[in-house]
């Protein structure tokens, strides 16, 4: 028995209340995502973080750069293909980035509203949906990071519907938008297809019925392999599906859950104390993730007591779930990858006995306490946030406001290269040179682009470097011998906890600053 025989019912009351739902999980993600605007609308974020890295590799692309070989772009290529889309209507501009991160965020809130009556999870497991949804609201970070959940939660809807087939096609899209995850989901989907037509092989011997749900995978693939091969040249694309050097990062990076020490901080960060396991994320994903995993098990080697599929849909978030804490995972902070996975799971397992109910209970409970103190930050922001023409209207605290109206009173009208993790400032802020790399990390930025950059730092006569860590973290002269070389000779005429502005008496080479 599948789910999708009850959405098969003429429209009833009960389906308007299904999609009340819905309209109720998308307005609770919107409010989410308004709330959290001066968070994701933020200076520092924009100026050294990911979030400028879309507008960093689109640039780049125009004057030649193929993404993943002459930069350290770790993506699939659609979602450059979707970036030159969306920000050639909106502009490239943080305003724009944000956008596409609300827009992607009211997709997953529509679909989990979608899941829920597909999966017909009850009371209890729309309570806990709601209950999460402030942990399943993204920040802006990139279009990678938008376009990847809205499909991969619109093909758990689609497997819960018993439509394989659209649900493999719908991850083998995003295979071309981060080729992680993507491929793992493929791999459950082709089992389970294989498995029901090796049961059925007595009455539909092997042919058309064996190979019909791959068709729609199948032609996905054919035309993003053809499509984005042709627009940005396959020997990008094929780069981009293997992305070798990202796990050299992941190495060079100490990421891990277990074998890293970056993803044990989510465990015990420095200064931790009750209020810490208990007013954020910690616990509730600790406990959810015993929780989803026994269920997948249980469901597994149980013979009876719910129907198979809820045994399918439970058991496939807690396998993408154990995936992703063994081999995806990063640093403390990215344990919201793929975290409507980890929630429709646990939702979906609320109507299985009272005993599940009451810890789901439990769970939303802790989801919201966590997201209380989360919204409760949110509001603070917006107290003691501030935006000015300065900050280009983007949100900044009062003292990276400061510091940056200071660097910028000093550079006049001359034009300054900046040194930061991610390059995209120059792309939206006037007055500073075009990005020369996508992202600074150890391992996954080709030695071709951290020279293209020391080149650019050399000639310059001003340059601003940026520490997105407000002063809390190393600066990159001091994580990257290149970059100090690159600015042996620049005097620091201004030394602030966030910026830092280096003079050159004379500039460089005025030629050599023209071929880069």
């Excluded at 995993?293 to 198979?308: M, N, P, T």
Aim: aromatic share 12%.
């Amino acid at each position: 028995m599948h789910f999708d025989q009850e959405i098969q019912e003429p429209p009833t009351r009960r389906s308007m209340a299904w999609l009340l739902v819905s309209l109720i999980l998308g307005a609770e993600v919107l409010g989410i995502s308004l709330l959290s605007l001066p968070k994701n609308y933020d200076l520092l974020r924009f100026a050294a973080e990911d979030a400028s890295g879309n507008l960093a590799v689109l640039d780049m692309l125009d004057w030649g750069d193929r993404p993943g070989l002459d930069n350290g772009y770790p993506y699939g290529l659609l979602s450059i293909a979707f970036g030159q889309l969306w920000y050639g209507v909106l502009g490239r501009t943080p305003g724009a980035s944000v956008a596409a991160t609300m827009v992607a965020n009211l997709v997953v809130g529509l679909t989990l509203g979608w899941f829920a009556r597909v999966a017909r999870i009850g009371i209890v497991g729309l309570v806990f949906l709601v209950a999460a949804m402030p942990f399943v609201v993204v920040d802006c970070i990139s279009t990678t990071h938008a376009i990847e959940p809205a499909l991969l939660s619109i093909a758990l809807v689609e497997q819960a519907r018993g439509c394989r087939g659209t649900a493999l096609a719908l991850v083998t899209a995003a295979v071309f938008v981060k080729p992680s995850m993507s491929f793992v989901y493929g791999l459950v989907l082709v089992v389970l297809i294989l498995k029901d037509a090796w049961r059925s092989r007595s009455e539909r011997p092997f042919g058309w019925f064996w190979l019909r749900p791959f068709v729609p995978a199948a032609t996905v693939g054919a035309t993003m392999l053809i499509g984005l091969g042709w627009a940005f040249g396959f020997d990008s694309l094929l780069n981009s599906l293997f992305p070798t050097r990202v796990m050299e990062a992941y190495r060079a990076c100490d990421y891990g859950f277990f074998r890293g020490q970056a993803g044990r901080g989510l465990l015990a960060p420095p200064g931790a104390n009750l209020g810490y396991y208990f007013g954020t994320v910690t616990t509730f994903w600790l406990i959810g993730s015993v929780i989803l995993l026994a269920g997948g098990i249980e469901g597994l080697v149980r013979r009876g007591g719910w129907s198979s599929a809820n045994t399918e849909i439970v058991a496939t978030c807690a396998v993408l779930h154990a995936v992703f804490v063994s081999l995806f995972f990063a640093h403390s902070g990215s344990w919201f990858y793929y975290i409507y996975f980890f929630v429709a799971g646990l939702a979906a397992l609320a109507p299985r006995s009272r005993v599940h109910a009451t810890l789901i209970i439990l769970l939303a409970t802790l989801a919201g306490l966590g997201g209380a103190r989360t919204g409760l930050t949110s509001l603070k922001e917006w107290r003691t946030k501030v935006r000015s023409e300065q900050t280009y209207g983007l949100y900044a605290t009062p003292a990276v406001a400061h510091e940056w109206a200071e660097v910028r009173s000093r550079l006049g009208r001359s034009e300054a290269v900046v040194l930061s993790d991610c390059d995209g400032l120059g792309v939206f802020a006037p007055g500073f040179a075009p990005p020369r790399l996508f992202f600074l990390i150890v391992g996954m930025s080709p030695p071709g682009e951290l020279e293209r950059k020391r080149d650019q730092i050399e000639t310059a006569k001003l340059v601003v470097e940026i520490n997105h860590s407000n002063g809390h973290g190393p600066w990159l002269e001091d994580q990257w011998p290149i970059m100090r070389q690159a600015l042996k000779d620049a005097e620091p005429v201004y030394r602030g906890l966030s910026f830092r502005l280096y003079r050159r008496p004379g500039g460089g080479d005025p030629s050599k600053a023209a071929e880069n």
